[in-house]
């Protein structure tokens, strides 16, 4: 119960990975099939429409319902800790982004339960995706995304607003750890991104429930628009997967080499600056639609600017391991492996940037490996990497290093063997998004399918470790890497409160800063005194819950569930505003562990 009404910071961040979690299962069990379907040309395992809808459920899952939410899995349960904050700006507002996230994400998967799930791709091009092509998933698509789209969106308004008034005295903004950097980033990309799909997702929704003509041509629509729509949003996303990612590694790496982050003000404006230019290149995934050479030159150069920034990052990284002191912890090795391969992706990146030379990649195999590198290469990779260094500090358990190195070098090795053949695949003409292929390429897709195989049961050993961590005592201490910023001054894992006293952030890296001067704690900026908290409140859940009936509703053309489902998130709207909820104390004496300590 504690867990259905929590509106606590850390307890939300366990939400996001659990779900997070099961979906990223869910959508590695679908990649396993479609791998197993291309393990030999011309096999009828999963053909046809079964095919298509495995693919589009693969990529919209692990898009937006695993590698998202686990995103903000790690926004939630380190953010706070890291600005010296007692939880975010918003708790109620934060429960319910977790909700709507959770609901919009069962409603998609249920398709597959009733009468199919979503088969036009993750992106839903128009036509394909209008009545006339798809069948009823792609109604699930669009509902199921709309509602977990706002679970996002507020909860990027709340990271934004959390850290621009919630940090500690003396933290401003050049002090802020890069996790945090790149967490407020991502949500200001999240803010700008969303509302454009959500357009796209309204304009669809008309057209398929109450036959709008956005994307009918014959009665004067425009599939162009969709495409517009989808990738304005798109292209911003990518970097909402790849910053918090750079942010976990650059936290990793400096920690592991034992040396302040190289460049820190650089990687600040390159975060920054990669944000901002995320906007400006969505053309290059429309090349080839024929929007005209100016266009397409125009969003080229756009494109291939951003290599310069990421470049700034990469090179950071390798200096601020030049001279330190390199520990090659599990968390330190899927750092390290983060850098050449991120890297690689980025240069088929600045391939696929140049547009006549797009022309021959577009819809092959090239693209498929391209984004697996950046997504997988560089995102997956930051996640482990960021759960085997914040695992200790959330459930107070250190994960176990054998285990750890067994999944590390299985996915990895697993992860090259699956993606490095696609790149030829794709040049030797196979197509992205059919269920057979010449079989002259029998050889790379049968390599490709063994590697993922690979790669899942790397993540079976993962699984394994964290059921043997768990059943260990909760032993970690507050700072088992010898780390530099706030959240190893408090203890793992964190109190409810956080920080029994707010602590004064005297530089960069405070928890270092004092310990170089040979303090034990952190020195406080306030006496210690009563802490006041928010109460928990189930009406997120039952917010949440009222959308998804709507939901069928609307996709059943039943209006009366329509009316009741809306009804009930009015209803808790209402609630939430006129009952007037103080909240409650923790008094001193109640403090038990020391709040802040080095
Ligand atoms: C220097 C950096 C990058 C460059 C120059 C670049 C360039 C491109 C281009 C031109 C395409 C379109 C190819 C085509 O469809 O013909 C593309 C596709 C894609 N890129 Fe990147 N990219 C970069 C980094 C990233 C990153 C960091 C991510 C994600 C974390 C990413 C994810 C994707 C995805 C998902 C697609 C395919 C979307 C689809 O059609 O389904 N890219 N990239
Ligand atoms: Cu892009």
Known sequence: MDWLTTVDHKKIGILYFIAGGIFFLAGGLEALLIRIQLMFPNQDIFIGGTFNQLLTMHGTTMIFLAAMPLIFGFMNAIVPLQIGARDVAYPFVNALGF?????????????????????????????????????????????GLQIAGIGTLIGGINFLVTIINMRAPGMTFMRMPLFTWTAFITSALVLFAFPAITVGLVELMFDRLFHGNFFEVGKGGNVVLWQHLFWIFGHPEVYILILPAFGIISEVVSTFSRKRLFGYSSMVFATILIGFLGFMVWVHHMFATGLGPVANSIFAIATMAIAVPTGVKVFNWLFTMWGGQIRFTTANLWGL?????????????????????????HDTYFVVAHFHYVIV?????????????????IFGRVLNETLGKWHFWLFFIGFHLTFFPQHFLGLMGMPRRVFTYDPGLVSGNLVSSI?????GIGTIVFLLNIIVTS???????????????????IPSPAPEYNFKQTPLVRGLDPLWKEKMAGNKEMTPAEPIGSIHMPSGSILPLIMSIGLFIAGFGFMYHVYPVCIVG????????????????????????????KGVKA
């Open 451 to 455: 590697g993922a195989m690979f790669m």
């Open 566 to 593: 809306i009804g009930i998130t009015l209803i808790c709207m209402l609630l939430r505003s006129v009952y007037d909820d103080h909240g409650w104390h923790i008094e001193p004496e109640e403090l038990e562990d």
């Open 99 to 143: 909700w709507l996230f959770f609901f919009g994400g069962l409603l998609l998967n249920l398709s597959w339960f009733l009468g199919g799930a979503p088969d036009a791709g993750w992106t839903a091009y128009a036509p394909l995706s209008t009545d006339a092509f798809s069948g009823r998933g792609v109604d699930f698509y669009v509902l």
């Open 337 to 361: 492996a983060f850098i050449p391969t991120f890297v690689m992706g980025g240069m088929t990146g600045v391939m696929l940037a140049a547009p006549a030379a797009d022309f021959q990649y």
């Open 377 to 393: 290469g560089g995102l997956v990779l930051g996640l482990f990497s960021g759960f085997y260094y914040w695992w200790p500090k």
């Open 471 to 489: 059943m260990k005592a909760r032993d970690a201490v507050s700072d088992p890497w010898d780390g530099r910023t706030l959240e190893w001054a």
